[in-house]
């Protein structure tokens, strides 16, 4: 992680260029230029930079196929996990109601969205194939979910980008309800929020706040491309105290 001559991230950034950086003006040209010319190393690099050092979900959150990328809106999940199917005492809305508000939150999904999923346990898969094909249908740019995935073969014929914490095809059925969604959820402590932009590759996800997005993906472009000034002057015999001292990125 680049860091300043100071010691401090949060008030450095170098580049040998200064050109001003124009980020798309729609949603689906902005996801693509995330997953083509920038990795999620150096946006959280420059998260770090801002002050934002806590936007990684954890490590154990991984693609189903190590190539899967995915960059869409954030349209959180809120899972509970299921002791008791309940029966005529049962007083809650959704008692004895399969999967609880899971196919409406899906059916819900828009273009460009990613189906983000916490609160339940490890006990079952919170994405199956089914799941991943209507997704497709409906345009969505992936799935995150906080727990276990099921049908792979299904979705990696698919290639839908779903991310998550393993295999395992325990049913949710019986275990588990979705409660909500367009909520606010947390992973570990990291706050999703509606609209939040997701990003993810096969070093992590990152949650990037609305609110800081286009400085952060300007940044991040000015920062890779430095690094590529970086990488060639090293190859060339520059010493890696040289490089840093001239470029500032290392």
Request: with cysteine; proline share 5%; hydrophobic share 40%.
């Amino acid at each position: 992680m680049a860091r300043s001559p100071n010691g401090n991230p949060h008030l450095y950034f170098t580049s040998q260029k200064d050109e001003t950086v124009t980020l798309p003006k729609t949603d689906s040209e902005l996801f693509e230029l995330l997953k083509t010319r920038l990795f999620t190393a150096v946006l959280g690099d420059i998260l770090d930079m801002m002050g934002y050092r806590h936007q990684f979900l954890p490590a154990a959150i991984s693609p189903l196929q190590s190539d899967m990328k995915l960059a869409g809106r954030a349209m959180p999940v809120l899972e509970a996990d299921v002791f008791d199917e309940g029966g005529e005492d049962s007083k809650g809305p959704l008692s004895n109601k399969p999967f609880g508000l899971m196919l409406e939150a899906l059916d819900d999904l828009r273009e460009g969205e990613v189906y983000v999923a916490a609160g339940g346990s490890l006990r079952y898969a919170f994405w199956g194939e089914l799941m991943a094909t209507r997704a497709t249908h409906l345009k969505a740019a992936g799935a995150v979910v906080n727990g276990y995935i099921r049908d792979t073969d299904g979705i990696e014929a698919i290639g839908f980008p779903t991310f998550g914490r393993g295999i395992y095809a325990q049913d949710q059925g019986p275990r588990g309800k979705v409660i909500d969604y367009r909520c606010t959820i947390e992973i570990e402590g990291i706050r999703i929020a509606p609209g939040d932009l997701l990003f993810g590759d096969r070093e992590g996800v990152l949650v990037i706040p609305r609110d800081v997005e286009a400085e952060c993906i300007r940044r991040a472009l000015q920062k890779a491309s430095t690094e590529n000034e970086v990488a060639v002057a090293i190859q060339s015999g520059m010493s890696a105290t040289e490089a840093f001292n001239k470029y500032g990125v290392m």
